[in-house]
Nanobody, 119 residues
Framework: VQLQASGGGLVQAGGSLRLSCAASGSIFRIAATGWYRQAPGKQRELVAGITYGGTTNYKDSVKGRSTISRDNAKNTVYLQMNSLKPEDTAVYYC??????????????WGQGTQVTVSS
């Protein structure tokens, strides 16, 4: 069971990116999922989260610029980021509770995808 994060890249300030987090392996579904980011020299922080039912929450600095969504049929969660700023530059990670046939959910981290915003 693993999470594959993708969609990062280099973009100019004001641009957009859509990150994807896809779960693979023997899973039933992914439950609560969050996108985190870690900039050099800083702690990892939650950017946005979404429950299986679609309830969302956002870090204040990305509210109005970012949208987290999910496609439960594809076991994939997305983070659409618009009006990107240089301070959004970081490695972005997804984290999810994955439901499998085993006991209890597995909490899994994806491998990270680099987002770089140039000024």
């Amino acid at each position: 069971v693993q999470l594959q994060a993708s969609g990062g890249g280099l973009v100019q300030a004001g641009g957009s990116l859509r990150l994807s987090c896809a779960a693979s392996g023997s899973i039933f579904r992914i439950a609560a999922t969050g996108w985190y980011r870690q900039a050099p020299g800083k702690q990892r922080e939650l950017v946005a989260g979404i429950t299986y039912g679609g309830t969302t929450n956002y870090k204040d600095s990305v509210k109005g610029r970012s949208t987290i969504s999910r496609d439960n049929a594809k076991n994939t969660v997305y983070l659409q980021m618009n009006s990107l700023k240089p301070e959004d530059t970081a490695v972005y990670y997804c984290n999810a509770d994955v439901i499998t046939s085993g006991p209890g959910p597995l909490n899994i981290w994806g491998q990270g995808t680099q987002v770089t915003v140039s000024s």
